[in-house]
């Protein structure tokens, strides 16, 4: 019975990553309809980002009131609402609007779903489902690029990611009572901790919290300025850049299937101190001074590689690390603290940049590559020790 559960999951794992890139795919069509500067983009980015911090600190509340099948649905649900809405938006503040919802639906499901598989399925499922992601961040650019191509515009773009998430919540509703069994389980555990500050009291969680933080700003930073790295300071043609700039991501992806198979064996610790390694040696590939590209070309590939096992490892340890009763409220602390590092640090660097220049790019990244396992050693010891 519960096959169909964990196949419903995966596909809920696909419908967190299709809104996640359809924005960036659409734009340049968008902003022209709208008149909107192509700035704008990053307003929206920033509100989806809040909306997605606010309620991953809202998951651990919503999911032991609701339970994880619920919320994952609604949360669906809301995606689906705010893609529609994005579809009918006329100008910047109807889209400003429908962000938040976007926002909300996405940190909610993503929460309320770590958690669930962290403590009902093995490292190998985490890894395939945020290799699903992967499948989604790919498919939403391809269903928009379907559209405009064939002249049905940026809004037929929209609905048709719209109406397959409308789809994946009649299948999340359906599957709702094989949810209720291990609900239940969770629901006999309740946590002693309570609120979120009591939450980031406990030992190790704070040095936690901040290796996911170093991990999404080196992701995102990384993918977000990659092809502009790569044109601008090192003079590769832009056909090049961009298809490397794809293969880091492809590489994530790739990257997440195959840790699938070695992640029990190893075990979630060696698998984060393993990718760390490799996101480490491919940023330094990338800043060889080298005459040739290939070796910063490869270095993109192999950083990506690297970056695969470390937030899933790192979300299905939780519980292991905090406890079973405050895993639903460490991980929503911890999808925070990525979004955060998300959100804020690649305009940061685009901010370093203007001062040091695009040079600055791996050295920025390997701040945060070496940050990972720093804190997360010391933050997993500390919790072990202090949280028995």
């Not at 809104?19 to 500067?37: E, F, Q, V």
């Not at 579809?87 to 669930?116: E, H, T």
């Not at 933080?213 to 090192?234: I, K, N, P, Q, V």
Request: net charge positive.
């Amino acid at each position: 019975m519960f096959s169909f559960l964990l196949a419903v999951i995966y596909m809920s794992f696909i419908s967190l990553g299709l809104p996640d890139s359809i924005l960036g795919a659409a734009w340049p069509t968008m902003r022209l309809d709208i008149n909107a500067p192509t700035s704008f983009a990053g307003t929206l980015s920033m509100i989806i980002s809040a909306g997605t911090i606010v309620s991953s600190l809202m998951s651990d509340r919503l999911t032991k009131k609701l339970g994880a099948g619920k919320v994952t649905a609604f949360s669906v649900a809301l995606t689906a609402a705010a893609l529609f809405g994005f579809s009918v938006s006329r100008n910047m503040a109807m889209l400003c609007i429908m962000a938040v919802p976007y926002g909300l639906g996405a940190g909610a499901v993503d929460a309320a779903l770590n958690n669930y598989v962290a403590l009902h399925y093995s490292s190998r499922h985490m890894n395939w489902l945020h290799c699903f992601w992967g499948v989604g961040t790919s498919v939403a650019p391809y269903i928009m690029s379907f559209c405009l191509s064939r002249g049905m515009g940026w809004r037929s773009g929209y609905r048709s990611v719209c109406v397959l998430q409308i789809i994946l919540t009649a299948l999340l509703l359906i599957s709702l009572p094989l949810w209720k069994g291990r609900e239940g389980e969770e629901n006999t555990q309740k946590s002693t901790r309570g609120g979120i500050f009591s939450m980031l009291k406990i030992k190790g969680v704070p040095l936690v919290l901040i290796s996911f933080f170093c991990y999404c700003a080196a992701e995102t930073s990384a993918g977000l300025w990659a092809s502009t790295y790569l044109t601008d300071h090192r003079g590769i043609n832009a056909e090049t850049a961009a298809m490397f700039a794809s293969l880091f991501y492809i590489g994530i992806t790739v990257g997440r299937f195959v840790s699938g198979f070695v992640s029990a064996k190893l075990g979630d610790t060696k698998m984060i101190f393993t990718g760390s390694a490799v996101m480490a040696a491919g940023i330094v590939m990338i800043m060889l001074p080298l005459p040739t590209d290939i070796f910063a070309l490869s270095g993109l590939v192999i950083t990506g590689l690297g970056c695969a096992p470390v937030y899933p490892a790192i979300t299905h340890a939780t519980p292991d690390n905090f406890g079973r009763e405050n895993s639903q409220g460490v991980i929503g602390l911890q999808m925070a603290s990525a979004y955060l590092g998300s959100m804020l640090m690649p305009p940061v660097f685009g901010l370093l940049s203007d001062k040091t220049g695009l040079g600055a790019y791996p050295f920025f990244l390997i701040i945060f590559a070496l940050g990972i396992p720093l804190a997360y050693g010391f933050g997993s010891a500390a919790a072990k020790r202090k949280n028995p």
